[in-house]
């Protein structure tokens, strides 16, 4: 059982037995030579993140690039009507999309089923939200079997506006995230910083999950979510080969190779295909410009940028 960035209740990594509580991570039993373990993934990555605001570069940690498939999600937040996402639909399923990219899209719940039903196959159905565990008494939650009902494949975790606007923490967020991996869910697991944060070198602790198959990292500078100012590829390269060098040092390097990291925060058809030459950024989370289907279909073709790239 390998160990992840999302949250559960305990998991074995190179032989020592963990326990998750949120996004935090504490180790029962710990050797010498792993004792900087304990330390969450973004206290580790507070240093990178200060270089990276800085001219300085960052130091000590060698780009790895992933290996994983090209992934783009396109996150739809509390957005559309019926005619507006029939039109979204018929857009995406008459795009042009390059084949080796993993395309996920996050409608509303209340739309789910009709864009389940005649989007095409090629383009899989995410959840922006789901319950902590089985269905019952509690109104106005969705549950993971409910969401599985309906086709959907991934669940959208640790949004900032679920954060900061809903009030969700940590320790919720883990729980929710942990049910919905044991129920074979995905889990689009996002990470990020306020701007002051950023600025103060701060940022969030991140997730812990049993299992790296059905996890992708987002990383989403709040700062950046729906502002128009966007992370600089290089700032963004920073944080994502700080977060794989995480993973290889506490996890694995097959996991932090395999793992895809992904870039949020006012992406468009504008600035993706220089986003997407950095060879640890391996994807996008996409909020606004994922509701006009040509944009959209750019940002996920901009795979092409990065093959040039390499």
Same mark, same amino acid.
Do not use: H, Q
């Given at each position: 059982m390998a160990v992840v960035s999302t949250s559960l209740a305990g998991a074995a990594v190179s032989g020592h037995l963990t326990q998750f509580s949120g996004l935090r991570r504490s180790f029962l039993k710990l050797d010498s030579s792993n004792s900087n373990s304990t330390q969450s993934l973004f206290q580790n990555v507070d240093s990178h993140l200060r270089l990276a605001s800085s001219s300085k570069g960052c130091?000590?940690?060698? %780009?790895?690039?992933?290996?994983?498939?090209?992934?783009?999600?396109?996150?739809?937040?509390?957005?559309?009507?019926?005619d507006s996402i029939s039109k979204l639909i018929s857009d995406l399923n008459s795009a042009t999309l390059e084949s080796d990219v993993d395309v996920v899209v996050a409608p509303p719940f209340v739309y789910i089923d009709q864009v389940k039903n005649s989007l095409s196959d090629r383009i899989e159905i995410a959840a922006q939200n789901c319950w902590t565990g089985k269905g019952g008494a509690f109104t106005g939650e969705i549950s993971v079997e409910q969401l599985k009902d309906l086709g959907c494949k991934w669940v959208v975790l640790g949004h900032s506006e679920r954060r900061h606007v809903i009030g969700e923490d940590d320790q919720f967020i883990g729980?929710? %995230?942990?049910?919905?991996?044991?129920?074979?869910?995905?889990?689009?697991?996002?990470?990020?910083?306020?701007?002051?944060?950023?600025? %103060?070198?701060?940022?969030?602790?991140?997730?812990?999950?049993?299992?790296?198959?059905?996890?992708?990292?987002?990383?989403?500078?709040?700062? %950046?979510?729906?502002?128009?100012?966007v992370a600089s590829p290089e700032q963004a390269q920073e944080v994502h080969v700080a977060v794989r060098d995480w993973l290889s040092k506490n996890v694995s390097a097959e996991v932090a190779s395999k793992t895809r990291i992904i870039y949020g925060g006012s992406v468009n058809g504008g600035n993706c295909a220089e986003l997407a030459k950095k060879e640890d950024i391996d994807g996008f989370l996409v909020g606004g410009a994922s509701l006009k289907g040509p944009e959209f279909a750019t940002i996920i073709n901009s795979v092409t940028s990065k093959k040039v790239a390499a």
């Open positions: 130091l000590g940690v060698v %780009a790895m690039a992933g290996a994983g498939k090209f992934f783009v999600g396109g996150n739809w937040k509390c957005n559309g009507t019926k729980k929710k %995230a942990a049910y919905a991996l044991s129920e074979g869910l995905g889990v689009i697991a996002c990470i990020g910083e306020l701007l002051e944060e950023r600025e %103060a070198g701060k940022t969030f602790d991140v997730y812990a999950v049993p299992s790296w198959d059905n996890i992708v990292v987002a990383y989403e500078p709040v700062w %950046a979510i729906g502002t128009g100012k």
